[in-house]
């Protein structure tokens, strides 16, 4: 057992740092169409909270979800261009600053780029004009924009843009300047989106690829699958992981929540935390974006209970996303009380697998759901701590704490 504390840490940190966000970079360079309605309100959460946003690549420059709500409620313009509002309800995206009523907030997805946006099936709202730099803009663009909207089907050509009044060159610069796409990769990750919502809705994967101008269903299959890695007769599996930073008395944790369930929990300072995320995504087909949902407010409501020492037992719904074996190791994991501790042999034992241990071990060590997937309970045979993927401190802590909050139940 000598290689437990291995477990989790070989991975070369660097090696899968992830690239920024593109968009959230450069697309802050939009300046509001609008006027900020609540500026006042707005200057105090602004800087300071975004200085303190996690150091993770992929958490650099994105504003907390409660940052989002507030600027959103503010209709904050200083955040136009940082993410985008989209409204489920409704299939549009806006500006934060954007006038209109503001939607409740359970139908409501923060994204961070126009691509995730248009991908999303969502379509550019006719109130704030999201992609538009100012009134002169706004014009030609709602023109292009509804022009998509009519008629997704269409090719659009430099020669045809023309034709219908457009300048192809003013079209190029704008896009490729400012959002950081051109209008061609606008056009058909618009009509992906379209294509996705239409199929959810319940038609056709025919239908869908005629009503999107695509010229054989195999085409249209395999423009599907290159963007969501999956069939069009498969869309219900696609799904994002809502990720969300949770403070904790041991650091801050990252959890992530489909619709079904939450599939990550994880210390942030974690080497392997990288490889756990990639491995996650691939696994459940699922994009990460920040956000929050049911799941993961009910999540930062049960660890709070436990951490206060009131909670013994998680009913949070999980995602387990293993392979056979680790989903026996991992459930079986949960079967280990609150307070009490198990050996690797016995787990192997218990999952009929004996002599397994060092399996196990491994495996203990790939739960990407800590804390609720206990896996610091389990130790050696002679009861002493080994290697935990937080940390052994954490782990202590983590038994500590079981040890005198158990006590209180008695
Ligand atoms: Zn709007």
Redesign the pocket.
């Known amino acids: 057992m000598k290689r437990d504390a291995r477990y989790g840490s070989g991975m070369n940190a660097t090696k899968t740092k992830r690239a920024r966000p593109n968009i959230v970079k450069g697309a802050g360079r939009l300046t509001p169409l609008n006027p900020p309605l609540a500026r006042g309100e707005a200057d105090g959460a602004n800087g300071s909270n975004r200085r303190k946003a996690s150091d993770r690549p992929e958490a650099a420059n994105r504003p907390k979800p409660s940052e989002m709500e507030r600027a959103m409620n503010a209709r904050d313009a200083s955040y136009d261009g940082i993410f985008y509002?989209c409204v489920r309800t409704t299939g549009?995206?806006?500006?934060p600053s954007?006038?209109?009523r503001k939607p409740k907030l359970k139908n409501v997805v923060f994204l961070h780029s126009v691509r995730d946006c248009l991908l999303g099936g969502f379509r550019p709202?006719?109130?704030?004009?999201?992609l538009a730099l100012d009134k002169e803009s706004a014009t030609w663009l709602e023109q292009l924009i509804n022009l998509v909207e009519r008629s997704p089907g269409e090719r659009y050509t430099d020669a045809n843009l023309s034709e219908l009044g457009f300048s192809p060159f003013r079209i190029r610069r704008y896009f490729t300047r400012n959002l950081h796409m051109t209008f061609q990769a606008y056009h058909r990750a618009r009509r992906m989106g379209m294509a996705l919502r239409q199929l959810r809705s319940g038609d056709e994967a025919d239908a869908v690829a005629v009503d999107q101008g695509y010229e054989s269903l195999s085409g249209f299959r395999d423009s599907f699958k290159r963007v969501f890695g999956t069939t069009p007769g498969d869309c219900d599996s696609i799904d994002c992981i809502y990720t969300k930073k949770i403070d904790s008395p041991i650091g801050p944790l990252v959890a992530g929540a489909t619709t079904e369930g939450v599939c990550l929990l994880e210390f942030a300072d974690r080497r392997a935390f990288q490889k756990q995320v990639a491995t996650l995504r691939s696994r459940l087909k699922a994009a990460c974006v920040p956000g929050r949902n049911a799941h993961l407010d009910q999540l930062e409501r049960e660890l709070r209970e436990y951490f206060s020492g009131s909670r013994t037992e998680f009913t949070v719904p999980l995602v387990i996303a293993g392979n056979d074996f680790q989903t026996r190791v991992w459930n079986e994991l949960r079967r280990v009380p609150h307070g009490k501790t198990m050996s690797y042999s016995e787990l192997a034992r218990q999952i009929g697998a004996p002599g397994a241990q060092r399996a196990v071990g491994r495996t203990n060590g790939e739960n990407r759901i800590a804390i609720v997937i206990p896996c610091h309970r389990v130790v050696r045979s002679d009861g002493t701590l080994c290697g935990y993927g937080g940390g052994v401190w954490r782990k202590k802590f983590l038994l500590d704490l079981e040890q005198k909050s158990s006590a209180l139940f008695i």
């Open positions: 509002i549009i995206f806006c500006r954007c006038s209109a709202c006719k109130r704030c004009h999201p």
